[in-house]
């Protein structure tokens, strides 16, 4: 696990227990939800990502032509 994204669950993690009122031994359980908010989070950012990109082959000075109708 590379160190940026472990300490993003570490604080979320954190931000979880201390939300909940700093209870014992829950640790494992808000290190998981945190890393699964965080990998949702990612998810939704590619999938953001991917509607929202231009086509590669995209030129703005091209002109749409409207469909001939029969």
Known sequence: MDNDREEKIRMRAHEIWKSEGEPFGLD???????????EAAQK???????????????DPKDKLVPAEED
């Open 28 to 38: 494992r359980e808000h290190w998981d939800r945190a890393r699964e908010e965080l």
């Open 44 to 58: 939704n950012a590619a999938s953001e990502e991917e509607a929202h990109a231009v086509p590669a082959a995209y």
